[in-house]
């Protein structure tokens, strides 16, 4: 394999952020979360990277709110592999 042509080795990251995140079953459970016809599942937030088009949301995705406050949909077996709640005494 030439130098060209290598195959760069991918670097591991952590986040380190906490997060809010509510778990979206119904409309009212997050006020981001919006009906559209934009969506099979007739549910979309719009997201920082997209403010004109939904993001799709199903029921049982978490809407989680970033650290500038931007809201994003993440499946719920996703969420529960990459986040574990925190517990404040």
């Known amino acids: 394999m030439s130098e060209q042509t290598q195959a760069v080795k ?18 009212g459970d997050h006020p981001a979360v919006v009906e559209t016809g934009e969506s099979p599942t007739g549910f979309g937030i719009n997201t920082l990277e ?24 993440c499946k719920d077996d996703i969420f529960r592999r990459t986040y574990e709640e925190v517990i404040e005494v």
Do not use: M
Not at 50 to 73: Q, R, S
């Open 50 to 73: 997209n403010t004109k088009l939904k993001f799709e949301v199903t029921p049982g995705d978490w809407i989680i709110t970033g650290a500038a406050g931007e809201h994003y949909a």
């Open 10 to 27: 991918p670097r591991r990251f952590r986040k380190t952020a906490v997060i809010e995140a509510v778990q979206f079953n119904k409309l």
